[in-house]
């Protein structure tokens, strides 16, 4: 893969993937930038979210388990001073349907954070990983996702 980023003005760009799509991006105005898009980091937690949906709902259509409603909110901690780098990451699935259950919800998101999203697995390990499944409106307990480097293994 080959990215392509071509400056605009002050802090912001846009880039280009091989997909020939281009994206914009720019930082807050306290960082120097006009604050017009989103910062790099956003990007990269919404590339990690949307990878990890994805998975969930590819995970869900082959259960042949209908949904009506499909929602992933991704809360990180940033450390407070710079590079300020993720310190956790929580990914809170909301979903609606009748032959949904929350235990297939949990399988998917464990399965695409441990084995099939290739932005969530790019993280450093020793960043932790929870989730949540709110299904019919039932918010679910807080579960932790396994970090253990060995199940990375892609040799």
């Given at each position: 893969m080959k990215v392509c980023i071509r400056h605009?003005?002050?802090?912001?760009?846009?880039?280009k993937s091989d997909s020939n799509h281009w994206v914009a991006f720019d930082t807050g105005v306290a960082s120097g930038g006009g604050g017009g898009a989103n910062d790099p980091f956003q990007l990269f937690i919404i590339a990690c979210g949307g990878c990890v949906s994805i998975d969930v709902v590819d995970i869900l259509k082959k259960s042949r388990k209908d949904f009506t409603l499909?929602?992933?909110?991704?809360?990180?901690?940033?450390?407070d001073h710079p590079p300020k780098i993720a310190k956790s990451l929580c990914?809170?699935?909301?979903?609606?349907?009748?032959?949904?259950t929350?235990?297939?919800?949990?399988?998917?998101?464990?399965?695409?954070?441990?084995?099939?999203?290739?932005?969530?697995?790019?993280?450093?390990?020793s960043i932790p990983f929870t989730a949540r499944v709110t299904l019919n409106g039932h918010r679910g307990e807080?579960?932790?996702?396994p970090r253990d480097p060995a199940l990375y293994d892609r040799d």
């Open positions: 605009v003005d002050g802090h912001a760009f846009v880039a499909y929602e992933l909110d991704v809360e990180v901690t940033r450390a990914f809170h699935a909301r979903i609606t349907g009748d032959e949904i929350e235990e297939l919800v949990r399988r998917a998101l464990v399965l695409s954070l441990t084995k099939y999203c290739s932005v969530s697995l790019s993280i450093d390990r807080t579960f932790d996702i």
